[in-house]
């Protein structure tokens, strides 16, 4: 799936009806398909809204986004067609619990997106597996009794099970655990065999370094460095600049990032 940004501007109103906030002025941002795209940048400089423009979720005030060539809400039929086919994984997971069970998130989360109900139950086994949770206890548990780290682990499961087109995910790595880290990168791997678009929005340049073929850095309203991550995230006093340092696997191989 490609997502095509041209030109777009957009604020959110304050709080009480206060001065609008500008988030993005002028953001131009082309996605191929099926690659992995890590979007870092300072806090409040609108990684989180970025992924919501590519939701569908919001609208520019100016500009266009194009979600797999049509622009969503002026095509609305594209825009419900196009949003099955993504999977958005929120910063908190709890944000995005709405059933009581385990077993309720799935039916909800993969018959939203057009999957059988006879195939969720089979769906719903294989992803737990994939994710290491338990497929014979998880279910009837209420999402909010998880740990942190199961509750990021299922929100890969989900992902997992509805096979979608395109990915995105905010600040997938805060808070997990190893095993939920280690889970993350099989399922960005899983997503790469399987050619889907991943967009992640993170401040964690180890986790780019693992699997971005490109990395954006937004600031001032827009894109201020975009290329590919082999290049992005070998250059040290870009990143010191911007608040990161290199990731781990450039700085012990002296500035080279390791293949991936």
Known sequence: MTFQIDH??????????????????DLTLAIRDGECVVVLGREGCGKSTLLLLLDGLITPARGT?????????TDVRHGR??????????????????????????????????VPVHEVPVRM????????LDP??????SPFTLSAGESRRLVLALAHAARPEAVLLDEPSAGMDALA?????EFLRDMRDRKATVVIATHDVDLAAEVADRVVILDSGGVAVE?????ILTR????????????????????????H
């Open 227 to 231: 290329g590919d991550a082999s290049e």
């Open 136 to 141: 014979a206890t998880v279910p009837a548990r």
């Open 81 to 114: 067609d196009v949003r099955r086919r993504i999977a958005y994984a929120f910063q908190f997971p709890d944000e995005q619990f709405l059933q009581g069970t385990v077993r309720g998130e799935f039916a909800d989360f993969l018959t939203g997106r057009g």
């Open 181 to 185: 880290g280690s889970c993350l990168v």
């Open 125 to 132: 086994v294989s992803s737990l597996s994939f994710a290491g």
């Open 65 to 73: 986004v194009l979600i797999g060539g049509k622009d969503p809400h």
């Open 8 to 25: 777009v501007s957009f604020s959110y109103r304050e709080k009480h009806r206060g001065p609008s906030k500008e988030v993005f002025r």
């Open 236 to 259: 040290g006093a870009l990143l010191e600049s911007y608040g990161y340092e290199l990731p781990e696997t450039v700085a012990n191989t002296g500035g080279r990032r390791r293949g």
